[in-house]
């Protein structure tokens, strides 16, 4: 029997909008929630999600793709929080994970292990073990040395398992070269040339069972040209394959992108930039209806069963990182805005240099504004959220919201500096409760010996 979500109280969708973060009364509040009342209660860096907004997303893309036989298998590595995953599980959803402990993670929060996909380069025996004992709905095979591995490791326990193997169309997805995955020259998939014969010698191993074909052209793709570029490169593949194997689905993979800038703007409010107001009216996402829209088509004349992977897209936009100002340091060169986050709660600026937006929790006043760097307490020039960046005047206690950080947040988080994780809340309507609890200073230290 599936556990029901304590948060899972239907509730109709949300007008349209990327996220629901608003200023009410000059606060800003997660649905009906002021952020100020989580932060008192929980403490800072925190993160907190809506809800709302992730079952927004995967209702509106659920619904999109409408008559076309389809599972959404949620990439769990985007946000891994158990909440999280019961709250899509309890949905129907798939999830499409990297390792055992994301398997792990979908047991326990309740998610049915005959619709997880299980991708990643480097499948470890206890890795293809455990989801061998689980019955996953597929292994995305990466090269033919996993594909002989994990024909070994089945027999070994008189299984056949169930294969998909990931085709790399060698397209341009246009983004950050750490999250492009589908150019030939990325650790990523198979030659799309090579394909047709590596199935073949598939199809005599004993223990493996031909099941479908899966592609991932990268991350953070805001237009639909490459997707669609690449769904028509693996298509003759496909036609070919279906005539010789009983293919079951073929699968798009994710890496639909979001707005990291001026989500907020398009709000009420004298205060932004006009640089935000036109980033806000210019800067626009690739809807899901629009990347539905155009992939479609092609979908259709392939016929098989669709396996989307979306991650970023269903809770990128649905959190925010909530800090606090510690101090204000005016050098001679630059002010800095001291938060009390740093890069081990939030990577991604750092590693990517990516935009977060950052909006002051209490609406300012005033049009007063400053070009600031906002940086951490981490010991690294790299600790920082924005450089000389426009914003509204900060001041020492403040709180502030670090947007569009539900995905590849808390999970890429680290123990560096020695400080600890942040804790992690969840919003539902009017109610909110702690998902994750703030690490403690004995956690720092467990499991360590002198
Ligand atoms: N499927 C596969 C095989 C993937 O490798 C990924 C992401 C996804 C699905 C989900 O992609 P999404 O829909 O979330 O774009 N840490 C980086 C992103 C790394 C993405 C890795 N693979 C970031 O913070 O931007």
């Known amino acids: 029997m599936t556990r029901k979500s304590p948060f899972l109280v239907p509730q109709p969708p949300l007008p349209f909008r990327v996220h629901s973060f608003r200023y009410h009364d000059g606060s800003l509040h997660c649905e009906g929630v002021a952020l100020e009342r989580v932060a008192e209660k929980y403490g800072t860096p925190l ?5 709302g907004t992730i079952l927004d997303h995967y209702r509106r893309l659920d619904s999109a793709l409408g008559e076309i036989d389809h599972l959404i298998c949620y990439a769990v590595k985007a946000n891994s929080n158990r ?40 499948k470890s025996q206890e890795e293809i073990e455990y989801a061998l004992e689980q019955r996953v709905l597929s292994f995305n095979v990466e090269s033919e040395a996993e594909l002989a591995y994990i024909d070994r490791v089945a027999r070994g326990k008189d299984v056949r398992a169930p294969i998909a193997l990931r085709v790399n169309p060698d397209v341009d997805a246009g983004t950050h070269r750490y999250v492009s995955t589908g150019r030939s020259e ?28 899966q592609m991932h052209i990268g991350s953070q793709i805001t237009d639909a040209t490459p997707f669609v570029e690449a769904i028509r490169k693996v298509t003759p593949l496909i036609q070919h394959l279906k005539e010789r194997y009983a293919l079951e689905f073929f699968s798009v993979g994710g890496g639909v992108g979001i707005v990291y800038e001026s989500s907020m703007a398009s709000g009420s409010g004298d205060w932004w930039s006009e640089k935000d107001r036109v980033r806000a ?13 155009a992939i479609s088509p092609p979908l259709r004349a392939i016929g098989l069963r669709v396996l989307l992977e979306p991650g970023r897209l269903l809770v ?33 600026p750092a590693l990517y240099q990516s935009y977060h937006e950052i909006v002051p929790v209490r609406e300012p006043s005033g049009p007063a504004r400053a070009c600031v760097d906002v940086v951490g307490p ?3 020039s790299g600790d920082f959220f924005a450089q000389d960046r426009d914003l509204p005047e900060m001041n020492e206690g403040d709180l502030v919201a670090l947007m569009s950080a539900g995905a590849y947040g808390f999970v ?29 200073m004995e956690d720092l230290v467990r499991g360590e010996c002198e």
């Open 47 to 51: 993160y907190v999600y809506s809800a």
């Open 83 to 122: 909440a999280i995953l019961r709250l899509l599980a309890d949905e129907g959803a798939g999830f499409d994970i990297v390792s055992g402990g994301e398997l792990f993670r979908v047991l326990a929060a309740g998610g049915d292990p005959q619709k997880c996909t299980f991708a990643g380069v480097g």
């Open 186 to 213: 990325n650790k990523f998939g198979i030659a799309l040339e090579r394909v047709s014969e590596i199935y073949e010698r598939a199809a005599a191993m004993p223990n493996i069972a031909i099941h479908g074909v």
């Open 281 to 293: 009216t210019t800067n626009l996402p690739l809807t899901i209806h629009d990347y539905v829209a």
């Open 316 to 348: 990128g936009n649905a959190g925010v990182l909530l800090t606090r100002v510690r101090y204000i340091k005016q050098t001679e060169h630059k002010k800095f805005v001291i938060v009390d986050a740093g890069m081990n709660d939030l990577i991604r």
């Open 378 to 380: 981490v010991c690294e």
């Open 412 to 440: 890429m988080a680290s123990n560096y500096n020695s400080r600890p994780l942040p804790a992690e809340a969840l919003v539902r309507g009017e109610t909110f409760s702690l998902i994750r609890e703030r690490q403690t």
